[in-house]
Nanobody, 123 residues
Framework: QVRLVESGGGLVEAGGSLRLSCITS??????MGWFRQAPGKERDFVAA????????DYANSVKGRFTISRDNADNTVYLQMNSLKADDTAVYYC??????????????????WGQGTQVTVSS
């Protein structure tokens, strides 16, 4: 059983920064992703990173502001969020996919999910 635990969410003013962490139990050879869901909206892709960390992908809305990274020695994935906007307010979820070395931005291709962490950006 794979368990993912997110942390690092909170309340921040617009323009500020937060770093989310996701600790994963088990092996490190998963493609990892971050998704977010705002109230009344669908869960949207934010960022993904290959198991080696060599390839990343981002939603257009966060490119240039968010950075995904991973430390396989500690089984941890990070999402550094800078220049936060009110529109970034959502519950952020970490997810792991057994899809192999390639990336995926599709939520149904992720096999394991964390419980989510709330990020609130005040304008």
């Amino acid at each position: 059983q794979v368990r993912l635990v997110e942390s690092g969410g909170g309340l921040v003013e617009a323009g500020g920064s937060l770093r989310l962490s996701c600790i994963t139990s088990g092996r490190s050879t998963y493609t990892m992703g971050w998704f977010r869901q705002a109230p009344g909206k669908e869960r949207d892709f934010v960022a993904a990173i290959s198991w080696s960390g060599g390839t990343t992908d981002y939603a257009n809305s966060v490119k240039g502001r968010f950075t995904i990274s991973r430390d396989n020695a500690d089984n941890t994935v990070y999402l550094q969020m800078n220049s936060l906007k009110a529109d970034d307010t959502a519950v952020y979820y970490c997810a792991a996919s057994r899809i192999g070395p390639r990336l995926t931005t599709t939520s149904w291709e992720y096999d394991y999910w964390g419980q989510g962490t709330q990020v609130t950006v005040s304008s």
